[in-house]
């Protein structure tokens, strides 16, 4: 069973974290201090205050800036050679690029600070870490994937800078389903980071069951899981499926028994629950779902309406509910009037007894087959009943459409 969450809904909620953290200013850089980390919504926006917050670097003096250390546990080393006065009039028109939004612009002044022979190690690193959030927001992916890279390796920036550039590298390969890439520089990230951050272990859960690696994405997801105060809906589902892929049934549905009695009324969590049931064979727990979400008023898809009909026309004496399930879909507009529907009502109604309103379901359903079996069958009831006449011009049409037994048309005609 594939999860919703197999799609990168957990990375795209990741990415979003890791493009947070913007390049500290230069000149609030020396001594390595390191950037404020705003929590802002969105990643140029960080950029631009990260930018915005600058002081310009004298040839003389630097002042040195508090802000919290976000990896605690870090292996890493700060480094200490932080901007260098030489670049300082460089660095700011990119600071001042970046304020402004104006990405190709950014991306243009990084790359003279990358080429100046007196800049340092820093200053390209910020350079490029800058122009890295300049290509994302150009929707430039593989430029944002080469310039944060090169950020990385010329490791130079402090450590919050640093390691979050590390997480948005693997965040940006895993959004472009580079699924081994992205783990590689996870492996880093925390052997470096120390993290122990809910939405990182996340990733790696995620990217662990992108990669059909199953047994190892269920102790992720559920250290992800463990460690949130309120994990992400979609951390579950993940989990859920890991564990429906690795054949572990039971767990899976004990699972999404506690996410659909967590989250009543979201309809995915409910669908997911009778899902499971179904394949553990629990199928009047599945109908008993699938019939709380009608009664809910939110089955809207076709396809909902049609797995609950085929529930009930296969469980025993379920014909009953299917009809009222298949006329409800039909009046509100949501089941598809097609040969299928159609069909599944007439032989819903027949074997239920109720023989007129199956030849009026056939009778609907004969004309949208691609072929003249359904108007054999609708000859046969009506020649059990009686109707000769009308069974025989059923047969005829029957015959004009094509079927596999034409000895049986042409009795019914002929009697």
């Known amino acids: 069973m594939k999860s919703a969450t197999h799609t990168p809904a957990v990375i795209a909620l990741a990415i979003a974290a890791a493009l947070a953290a913007g390049s500290v200013a230069p000149g609030a850089q020396a001594a390595n201090a390191s950037p404020v980390v705003s929590g802002a919504e969105t990643q140029a926006a960080e950029c631009q ?13 630097r002042q040195q800036e508090k802000v919290e250390e976000r990896y605690p546990n870090a292996t890493r080393e700060s480094p200490s050679e932080g901007a260098s006065s030489r670049m300082a009039q460089r660095l700011n028109r990119l600071n001042e690029a970046m304020n402004d939004s ?13 080429a100046q022979e007196r800049a340092n190690d820093y200053d390209r690193a910020y350079a ?40 948005m590298l693997a965040q940006l390969h895993a959004q472009d389903e580079e699924t081994d890439q992205a783990l590689a520089m996870l492996d880093r990230y925390f052997a470096a980071s120390g993290s122990t951050e809910a939405s990182d272990l996340a990733l790696r859960g995620q990217l662990f069951y992108q990669a059909g690696r199953y047994d190892e994405a269920i102790p ?4 992800a899981i463990e460690a949130a105060d309120e994990p992400h809906a979609s951390w579950t ?15 899976a549905t004990a699972l999404a028994e506690q996410i659909a009695s967590s989250a009543p009324d979201d309809k995915r969590s409910q669908l997911n629950l009778a899902s499971m049931y179904m394949q553990m064979e629990q199928d009047a727990k599945a109908i008993e779902v699938m019939e709380r979400l009608r009664a809910a008023g939110q089955l809207t898809e076709d396809r909902e309406y049609r797995n609950l009909m085929a529930m009930h026309l296969n469980s025993e004496g379920g014909e009953a509910r299917a009809i009222e399930v298949i006329n409800e879909g039909l009046q509100k507009g949501v089941l598809e009037s097609n040969h299928q529907t159609y069909l599944a009502l007439a032989q819903a109604y027949y074997f239920s007894d109720q023989v007129e309103p199956a030849i009026e379901a056939y009778r609907k359903a004969a004309p949208l087959a691609d072929d003249g079996e359904t108007y054999l069958n609708l000859a046969r009831v009506l020649y059990g009943e009686g109707r000769e006449a009308e069974a025989a011009e059923a047969a005829r049409q029957a015959l004009a459409k094509g079927v596999r037994n034409e000895q ?8």
Do not use: F, W
């Open 237 to 251: 589902q993940a989990l859920m499926a890991a564990y429906a892929e690795t054949g572990r049934q039971a767990e």
């Open 49 to 61: 205050r990260s930018s915005r917050g600058a002081r310009r670097a004298d040839s003389g003096s």
């Open 408 to 415: 049986d048309a042409r009795r019914i005609i002929g009697n």
């Open 128 to 167: 490029s870490n800058l122009a890295g959030h300049a290509s994302y927001n150009l929707d430039d992916a593989e430029g944002a994937k080469r310039y944060i890279a090169q950020a990385i390796e010329y490791d130079a920036l402090d450590n919050n800078n640093h390691l979050q550039a590390m997480l």
């Open 102 to 114: 104006d990405y190709p612009l950014v991306i243009e002044r990084a790359e003279d600070i990358i």
């Open 220 to 223: 992720a997801l559920r250290e």
